[in-house]
């Protein structure tokens, strides 16, 4: 009966959290997707996770552990929203470019994390983090790149912190740019052009990340 | 919430009851996966489900058939559809949930996660996901299913994979005549007792009782198969240390799961033993620590050892009907 009890008290606690509004935080992604006449990207996903909020006076909301899918394709998936528990002005956000290690070894999951998305290696399990595919002129020769930048154990890990203090205080928007170009130059600089498994070289290019973000 | 609470505790009776007493505890639990009659009969249903590979020809259980312990006897590697051959001897599927790891690289971390690899190999059933969910999506017989195990009609990924999960994560041999001795429910013969002590000197610290297996990736010395190029865990980790690692098999219903090793090069259980005693180098690089002492074995004691490898055939498992093709 006790544990009947509970379970009530637990479903009006739900009950009554649902109806207030959690205010929440706009994070729009702005990909620069200008394509020159020597680069063409033809696809462009990666996942962005565990944001968290600091604010002006120095307070900081707790780590939101969710993993967001953004994909150039879907516009939907640029303009994510991370719930807060106050209005105050922000100062910078911190987030993880990649999936935690933790969620690559959570069994199935759903959402942007369903491994039918395209975004998950069976074989060596895991979230492909990062995926740039197209191609470039390289000394007049048209050159495809793919870059599947993943993997989450030791020195393997692919994930990057992120951190983008904010020019102007917002309340409730945040825009990050995303200049998928740099990525592809400093990949270039380093005779990669194509990464498919989790490795050495992948970590080494998964440094080159969080130079692509910025506000 | 009663019904809630109700169905939560069957759920742990199931559970409890499929774990034999005195093991240690699984790995996998079922957490996030309730364990209930319908899903593990779902989970049957896919497993048997030949609309699973991409030209409909084979399901699971054509590389993972119940009678040889849910592998593909005399088969060396495993064979998909159009007749295509992969380069490994398909594993069997018994006590998956005591594992951390699966596939003989171990690169595969989670039980849920195990079947997208099959069903996408092109040398298996070189299927998309997108293909499997939109056929079961498209049958009613399915959505009756799922509801019945979910609570609605949706098909995801999730969903399609636990449910997998409910079948093969049931597949638990416990039941050989060695269990039957170790319940001193019956005797062994004097050959098998014998069989019993050289195997706990010579081979148990690598297939460590009652799994007889280990989580470990170990190498076991074998030259590589210069067809197959297999360097096994060094695929997944790429660390020349894990070269020709490969997981430590179970030995549970070895008899009817022939042949045998990772690229099956062995046909009997001799031959393997002859393998240990004899033609090991004990020097190769990377060697299990545990294969450094060399394992010499006259030819009584190779036919004692034989003989007692053969208790742990487990014929309930083996012929279980709740494990068979769901006939209707």
């Known amino acids: 009966m006790t544990l009947l009890k509970i379970q009530i008290l637990a479903l009006l606690l739900c009950f009554g959290k649902s109806t207030q509004a959690q205010p929440s935080v706009s994070v729009i992604f702005d990909i620069d997707l200008t394509n020159t006449s020597d680069v063409k990207i033809e696809t ?18 707790k780590i939101n552990v969710t993993c967001h899918l953004i994909d150039m394709e879907d516009k939907e998936s640029l303009h994510i ?18 999936t935690d290690s933790l969620t690559n070894i959570s069994g199935a999951l759903e ?96 440094d080159f990340l969080p130079d692509i973000f910025s506000n | 919430m009663i019904l809630f609470s109700f169905s939560k505790s069957s759920k742990e009776a199931i559970l409890s009851d499929m774990i034999p007493k005195k093991w240690p505890e699984p790995v996998y639990q079922f957490e996030n996966n309730p364990l209930s009659e319908e899903g593990f009969r779902l989970g049957r249903d896919l497993f048997y489900d030949v609309n699973l590979s991409r030209d409909k ?40 949930i005591w594992n951390n790891s699966f596939h003989w690289d171990g690169g595969v971390n989670h039980i849920e996660v195990q079947s997208i690899n099959p069903i996408k190999h092109p040398a298996e059933m070189d299927n998309t996901l997108k293909n499997v969910l939109s056929y079961l999506q498209k049958s009613s017989n399915y959505k009756m299913k799922f509801s019945r195990v979910f609570g609605d009609t949706i098909i995801s990924t999730k969903r399609f994979l ?17 269990d039957q001795y170790q319940r001193k429910e019956i005797e062994f013969s004097i050959q098998e007792k014998k069989g019993l ?41 790429q660390l020349k240390k894990d070269s020709m690692k490969f997981r430590v098999p179970t030995l549970r219903n070895i008899e009817v799961t022939f042949p045998y090793m990772h690229d099956g090069r062995y046909k009997k259980l001799r031959e393997v033993i002859k393998y240990y005693t004899e033609e090991l180098n004990t020097k190769t690089t990377y ?16 036919k004692d050892l034989i003989a007692f490898l053969l208790t742990l055939t487990d014929k309930e498992f083996l012929y279980n009907k709740r494990f068979s093709f769901p006939r209707k």
């Open chain 1, 44 to 61: 462009f996903r990666f996942y962005a996770s565990n944001f968290q909020i600091e604010f002006t006076d120095g307070t900081r909301e």
């Open chain 1, 81 to 98: 929203k991370i719930p807060t528990t106050s209005i105050k002005t922000i100062r910078s956000i911190n987030y993880l470019i990649g």
């Open chain 1, 111 to 206: 959402g942007d994390l369903d491994p039918i998305k395209g975004m998950y290696w069976a074989w060596n399990s895991g979230y492909i983090n990062f995926k740039l595919e197209g191609n470039r002129i390289v000394s007049g020769k048209k050159t495809p790149f793919e870059y599947h930048i993943g993997g989450y154990n030791g020195d393997q890990a692919t994930s990057r912190k992120k951190s983008i203090t904010l020019i102007k205080s917002e309340n409730d928007s945040i825009h990050i740019n995303v200049n998928p170009y740099t990525f592809i130059d400093a990949a270039e600089s380093v005779n990669e052009f194509s990464i498919m498994i989790p490795g050495k070289k992948a970590a080494q290019l998964a």
């Open chain 2, 57 to 96: 020809s084979i399901s699971c259980a054509n590389c993972h058939l119940q009678y040889t312990g849910f592998t593909h006897v005399d088969h060396k590697v495993s064979h998909g559809i159009e007749g295509r051959k992969g380069t490994r001897n398909s594993p069997v599927l018994i006590n998956l």
């Open chain 2, 162 to 178: 636990q449910a997998i999960t409910q079948f093969t994560g049931s597949l638990i041999s416990s039941n050989s005549r060695y």
């Open chain 2, 197 to 237: 002590k050289l195997f706990k000197k010579n081979c148990n610290s690598c297939h460590t009782a009652p799994l007889f297996n280990s989580n470990n990736l170990e190498s076991n010395g074998l030259p590589i198969d210069t067809i197959f190029n297999d360097l096994g865990r060094y695929t997944i980790t």
């Open chain 2, 287 to 302: 060697l299990s620590p545990r294969l450094k002492r060399k394992i010499s074995l006259n030819s009584n004691e190779q």
